[in-house]
């Protein structure tokens, strides 16, 4: 026999309970804007209009949008098998070297219609190998996921160094950076697109890859919900005992979830690589494969709540950028500080306000209006 | 309450516990219409039900989880509001709950004085702690190693260190929920002794349970619940089993199984010399031979832990043999070629595994997702690379109106059901396919006694279409009521094989505990009803 409790409904725990987070933050983020003598009030102005307030911002907003969506759906695959993939940075890195190296070799021979499906699959065949390493350490070996895919990070990131500055560096360049790619190596940027159909927009870094995201977002949610592969993924997530009984391998689940993982985390590549920079150089991950986690832990793990977490971040980004611009008293750093509360309080601390508000859910409605669930 | 008391002892002194007219609803359901309940100082209080008859919501009301909507709890004669465990714990009440709430990798004493330290520093609180413990052991009969760290101890110790820990915040009514439900016949019997010594010391025991034999074996009082009502209260020696089972359902209930003479077909699983050896090098399952047949219910009788849950999973594929080899329906397995979960379910054999809640459901699941645990990657329930969820939903809602599930919610929470729902989510989905071997771990435990009779003709029904059924339980009387050959094991060994019809407690109990061979026992069995001289180990 169990205690029967009140039901907690799902908009509490995926719609309130995120929104008092990041009210908490940005009550935090008042107090210090208040302390340097900046209005709150105008800064949260000057942070929405930066993000949204004409094309060319909200371009920079989605771009960075993209980005989060592919990271925070790779740790929320990972995480439906209860693997916590901290190695989202350097699965993306490595994601963009697989992208830059295809592009790299096939741009003198190829058209942009095939290169394109290519370069989409070397930086998901890249970024699966990063996490497949950690994965089978796992899976078969015993070492803890978060420790070695932190570990990776720190791999990727001095690989990449070493190939940026002695194999894949331009000739007579100083910088370490490749060559750009040719036309066909360039996946078209949004403002390109609308040209096409005659519609005029503010260049802007936002191109093609946002679409892939909407793509993978809903492929995820079809694989995770709607096939027995996601099935798979979700039994040993929530019951490994249950998994075995039902004739479930977990290490192959293990190596399963997190290929996808670190696949989607690849496409920050295509993004980055592609879309953008049309070279391979050094950083361009900048900390979104971090950033991803919050974005997971902000949306539930599900494809819906990532988008809405990726474009709050989006929006933080660039309209955090737009108020160190437009208030010369916030610095650089201030912003980043701004970023980081919403990261405390929706990613670290994501579940510190679970407990309060669900008992006052409770106390107001829970007695008197909702039925009970099942007793027994 | 419907009627009047038979409580007459109650007026004497002031009753531990009066409970008037307490109402608590959840939404539309009223999990307790206007109970009242007196239990004697001193006295082991039984309450019976069925799962959902109300008696955990009775009890959470009582140790302040809830508060009633209406009604009026007194203690030991005083009026006494209980709005918080603490509440309850002032007044006190202790209870140890079904499933215990101990650091596991915290000494005994540590547990005990957790959340009732004396002050900041620990030196002190340890030492007076284990004084106090001590004495307690000592009143009470109950022997536990301070030193010994919780998470390592046997189940029945455990709980043992969950009613010191109620006796040590000075607790004089202990409230018991399902105490046996995780207990071997052996701990159950020396629980029982332990509350029956602390009945002597004047501690009131309020027990709450669904196991009949258990109110009879040690109850001074009993009170049936059902429906959220309080529907009698009997003294215990003036009621009966069938009484006791006909309040609580409603209805007549059959304890025993109708069943005819088996059909015995052919040899489906045969087993030989299946050896199971653990990491730390002792063989759980030793040199194991047997066969069962289609048609037949082969009961594996013994206490708990003596290798009959490691055999059912070794058969089922969940844990690799160590030696020996398995023939199940003409394919040979071995630890060379060893069995696994899914091949098994391709040959046809199902298995109801004895945790359903460690390894038979997952509790986040949605109800259907639960149902095809297993069969998952089965044609029916996909289409291409997708899973077909209206098929999942509408074979889900089929099995759930066959077992009478309820409720018949195929998207509702797994965990939202109650554990004899879920048990027929689980058989559901493991009979409902014809299996030609079906392996049974604990049908019935945690279940309430209608879903029992309905299981248990299940199984019967199972065997009487042909499949060959083994059934491990620590139930002695299900094993006899469902089996038609019962085998017994002792220390990962079979020593012994009794048909049903020549079992009775009294040999299977003397064979469980090794005192006799099958053919001494049998040989002394049939002019005895008094003497088995127990040689002890």
């Not at chain 1, 990776?152 to 001095?158: G, L, Q, S």
């Not at chain 2, 029956?196 to 258990?214: C, F, M, N, P």
Request: net charge negative.
């Amino acid at each position: 026999m169990s205690t029967a409790p009140v039901k907690i409904p799902r908009w509490v725990d995926v719609g309130l309970i995120p929104v008092i987070n990041i009210a908490l933050a940005f009550l935090v983020s008042g107090v210090i804007l208040f302390a340097i003598d900046v209005h709150p009030l105008e800064a949260v102005e000057i942070i929405l209009y930066g993000a949204f307030g004409y094309d060319e911002a909200l371009g920079y907003t989605l771009y960075y949008t993209t980005n989060f969506v592919f990271t925070g759906l790779a740790v929320a695959v990972a995480f439906h098998a209860s693997l916590f993939n901290i190695g989202g940075e350097g699965q993306a890195y490595i994601g963009g070297l697989g992208v830059g190296l295809g592009i790299l070799a096939l741009d003198p021979y190829l058209p942009f219609i095939v290169i394109l499906p290519l370069a989409i699959l070397l930086s998901a065949a890249f970024g699966a190998a990063w996490a497949a390493i950690p994965a089978y350490l796992q899976a078969y070996r015993g070492s803890h996921i978060v420790i070695t895919t932190i570990m990776f990070n720190f791999i990727a990131a001095a690989l990449m160094v070493y190939l940026m500055v002695n194999v894949l560096i331009q000739p007579g360049s100083m910088s370490p950076e490749s060559r750009e790619f040719a036309e066909a190596g360039h996946l078209p940027f949004m403002h390109e697109v609308f040209g096409w159909f005659g519609v005029k927009v503010t260049p802007s870094p936002l191109n093609l890859s946002v679409v892939w995201a909407a793509i993978c977002c809903l492929l995820v949610w079809v694989f995770i919900w709607h096939t027995r592969w996601g099935y798979e993924i979700r039994t040993v997530g929530a019951n490994e005992t249950a998994a075995v009984y039902a004739g479930i391998d977990p290490k192959k689940v293990i190596m399963l979830a997190m290929c996808v993982s670190g696949a989607l985390a690849g496409f920050v590549g295509i993004n980055e690589v592609m879309g953008v920079h049309h070279r391979l150089l050094l950083n361009f991950t900048a900390g979104y494969g971090f950033t991803g986690i919050a974005v997971a832990l902000m949306g539930r793990n599900h494809p819906v709540g990532i988008v809405l977490a990726s474009l709050l971040f989006g929006m933080l980004y660039q309209g955090g950028a737009e108020l160190a611009f437009e208030e010369p008293k916030v610095t650089r750093e201030m912003v980043v500080t701004i970023q980081g509360l919403v990261i405390l309080f929706s990613g670290a601390l994501a579940y510190m306000m679970k407990g309060p508000v669900e008992r006052t859910y409770v106390r107001i409605v829970g007695m008197t209006q909702r039925p009970a669930a099942q007793e027994g | 309450m419907a009627e009047e008391t038979h409580i007459a002892a109650g007026q004497a002194a002031a009753p531990a516990i009066k409970l008037r007219h307490i109402n608590k609803a959840f939404g539309a359901v009223q999990a307790n219409r206007d109970v009242c309940l007196t239990v004697v100082p001193g006295t082991i209080h039984g309450i019976i039900g069925e799962n959902g008859a109300g008696k955990s919501t009775l009890m959470s009301i009582l140790y302040g989880f809830y508060e009633a909507d209406s009604g009026e709890i007194l203690i030991g004669g005083k009026p006494t509001p209980i709005r918080t465990s603490r509440d309850a714990i002032d007044a006190g009440i202790g209870m140890v709950h079904q499933h215990f709430m101990l650091v596991d990798t915290m000494s005994v004493v540590e547990n005990i004085m957790l959340g009732a330290e004396s002050g900041a520093i620990l030196t002190s609180s340890v030492a007076k702690a284990r004084a106090e413990l001590e004495r307690l052991e000592r009143d009470y009969n109950l022997d536990v190693d301070p030193d010994a760290l919780a998470g390592e101890l046997p189940v029945g110790q455990q709980q043992r260190v969950e009613i010191l820990k109620a006796l040590y915040r000075g607790a004089d009514i202990l409230i018991l929920d399902e105490p046996t439900g995780v207990l071997t016949p052996q701990e159950t019997d020396q629980l029982f002794r332990i509350l029956d010594s602390l009945r002597k010391q004047g501690v009131t025991v309020v027990l709450i349970t669904h196991k009949l034999r258990e109110i009879m074996a040690i109850t001074d009082h009993v009170s049936v619940m059902r429906g959220g009502e309080m529907v009698a209260d009997r003294v215990t020696a003036a009621t009966s089993k069938e009484e006791l089972a006909e309040l609580m359902v409603g209805r007549k209930v059959l304890l025993s199984v109708d069943k005819q003479a088996p059909r015995v077909g052919d040899t489906v699983l045969s087993v030989e010399d299946l050896t199971y050896v653990d990491r730390a090098g002792v063989a759980r399952v030793d040199h194991v031979s047997f066969q069962v047949r289609a048609g037949e219910v082969v009961g594996i009788a013994g206490v708990s832990g003596n290798g009959q849950s490691e055999l059912l999973e070794l058969l089922s594929g969940i844990r690799p043999m160590t030696a020996g080899q398995v023939d199940v329906l003409g394919e040979r397995f071995s630890a060379a070629r060893p069995l696994d979960p899914a091949a098994m379910r391709a040959l046809q054999v199902a298995h109801v595994p004895e945790d359903r809640l460690r390894m038979g459901l997952v509790r986040t699941f949605e109800a259907e997702e639960s149902a095809i645990l297993g069969y998952h990657r089965d044609p029916a329930y996909n289409r291409g690379l997708f899973m077909n969820g209206e098929a999942i939903r509408s074979d889900c809602a089929k099995k759930m109106a066959d077992f009478d599930v309820r409720p018949q919610a195929p998207a509702l929470k797994t965990a939202n059901f109650s554990g004899g729902n879920q048990q027929k989510i689980v058989l559901a989905r493991e009979l409902s396919r014809g299996p030609r071997l079906l392996l049974v771990g604990q049908p019935t435990r945690g279940v309430d006694i209608g879903a029992i009779e309905f299981i248990h003709k299940n199984l019967i029904a199972m065997r009487d279409a042909g499949s060959a059924v083994l059934l491990v339980s620590v139930e002695l009387e299900e094993i006899m009521s469902i089996s038609d050959r019962i085998l017994v094991m002792f220390e990962g060994r079979i020593v012994g094989e009794v048909p049903a019809a020549q079992a009775d407690e009294r040999l299977l109990g003397l064979m469980m505990a090794n005192a006799a061979t099958e053919e001494e026992a049998l040989a002394t069995h049939p002019g005895l009803p008094g003497a088995i001289a127990v040689e002890p180990e």
